[in-house]
């Protein structure tokens, strides 16, 4: 099982970015897909989830209405896009596979999002 991450980068107040997550070795169709994030001295922080089809999505409130996660099954991938970003959604955002990403054996490495002016 793999799960990589890209499009983290360091932005400033108010931009966006669009992470992507490429899934390998499992059946990514068959599979809730999650967002998580860490930011610097702080635990793990759920962030948003996406069912099988990509009919249903939940956020946190302090992400609602500026992130969109997304998936295209046919690329075995999973997106989020990230808009009105703030300083403290600076973290390192990890994918991980099922709707309850805490429980969950598969996450990716991560990729560093810096949002500073």
């Known amino acids: 099982v793999q799960l990589v991450e890209s499009g983290g980068g360091m932005v400033q107040p108010g931009g966006s970015l669009r992470l992507s997550c490429v899934a390998s070795g499992f059946t990514f169709n068959s599979y809730d897909m999650s967002w998580v994030r860490q930011a610097p001295g702080k635990g793990p922080e759920w962030v948003s989830v996406i069912n099988t089809g990509g009919g249903s999505t939940y956020y946190a409130d302090s992400v609602k209405g500026r992130f969109t996660i997304s998936r295209d099954n046919a690329k075995n991938t999973l997106y989020l896009q990230m808009n009105s970003l703030k300083p403290e959604d600076t973290a390192l955002y990890y994918c991980?596979?099922?709707?309850?990403?805490?429980?969950?054996?598969?996450w990716g490495q991560g990729t560093q999002v810096t949002v500073s002016s």
């Open positions: 991980a596979a099922g709707g309850d990403p805490f429980s969950s054996d598969y």
